[in-house]
């Protein structure tokens, strides 16, 4: 690998690193209140969001370490209404940002064709979105964005409601393509519903969860056969109101890699940290 061939793999990488692993996430707690008698369970609603996503990526080669950061806001707007006796979300980015003073950073038209992408699915009672599609024309970010956290929009639930004191396993696979590479990420996730709170003045259950995942990526990047190895450890939390709306949540995430340069040999460590905030701003 060249010096140019080396400069444009390490800013490329990190862009992979990042999209691999983001989970939608936002909020913060408020003092406890009086817990409601009613389980939550989703029901129909139109809201927007306001989101946030960053991070760090580090890299080590020939005994230099190299960091790159990375952050987009975004407006999503939400609705999830009755269809055929099941509830359908649609999902529209309003907008989406690059966050200021960022090296290396997204093409403005690449932001400029994600605007409008239009998503939907079918919202099963757990949280789970099948059916997922949509943002077909709209770029790579777009649909990125869309595989890493629209996708996974709703936290998950047991599939007759969550109620504080409720404790639930469960796993979750993803295959992709994401910036040219196919990607698979495990995640074993351990929820709980902590308790009822007030979250920005409005009643909301609190769900933590913990998650520990794998992921394993490969693809070509400037002309280099590349294979990614990992794991992680995410801790989170969603804020869900008593009559069926997501209010908000805030993830933070921590993961290691070895990127695997198959033809030369080389093998790269790296290094993420990243933070994810969602909060409604319009119901």
């Known amino acids: 690998m060249n010096l140019e061939e080396n400069r444009q793999f390490h800013w490329g990488l ?3 690193v990042a999209v691999m692993f983001s989970v939608g996430c936002a909020g913060s707690v408020s003092e406890d209140q009086p817990t409601p008698v009613a389980r939550f369970m ?4 139109a809201s927007t969001y306001y989101g946030v996503t960053q991070g760090k990526v580090q890299q080590e080669f020939n ?7 990375f952050g987009m806001r975004f407006y999503v707007s939400t609705e999830v209404a009755v269809s055929n006796e099941n509830l359908k979300s649609v999902l529209v980015l309003d907008s989406i940002t690059q966050l ?3 090296q290396g950073g997204i093409a403005q038209a690449q932001l400029d064709s994600a605007r409008g992408a239009t998503f939907s699915g079918l919202l099963s009672p757990d949280g789970t979105l099948h059916s997922f599609v949509g943002g077909d024309s709209a770029g790579s970010v777009a649909r990125e964005l869309a595989d890493r956290f ?11 409601g969550a109620e504080p004191g409720l404790e639930w396993r469960d796993t979750v696979e993803t295959n992709s ?3 040219g590479a ?3 990420v495990l995640l074993f996730n351990h929820h709980q519903a902590v308790g009822w709170s007030l979250h920005h003045g409005e009643r909301a259950l609190q769900i933590k969860t913990q998650t520990n995942y794998t992921f394993h990526g490969s693809g070509v990047l400037v002309g280099q056969d590349f294979v990614l190895e990992g794991e992680g450890r995410r801790h ?6 008593a009559d069926g709306r997501l209010l908000g949540s805030f993830a933070a995430d921590t993961s290691e890699a070895k990127a695997h340069l198959t033809a030369a040999g080389i093998v790269i460590p790296v290094h993420q940290t990243r933070t994810d905030t969602l909060d409604i701003v319009h119901r």
């Not at 989703?42 to 609603?45: D, E, V």
């Not at 005994?63 to 950061?69: E, F, I, M, R, Y």
């Not at 989170?236 to 109101?241: D, R, V």
């Open 14 to 16: 990190p862009a992979i």
């Open 42 to 45: 989703y029901r129909p609603f």
């Open 236 to 241: 989170s939390t969603h804020f869900l109101a």
């Open 150 to 160: 629209l996708s996974r929009f709703f936290p998950r639930i047991p599939a007759d």
């Open 100 to 102: 200021a003073g960022l």
């Open 182 to 184: 196919d990607n698979s």
């Open 63 to 69: 005994g230099q370490l190299a960091a790159s950061d």
């Open 177 to 179: 393509r994401v910036s």
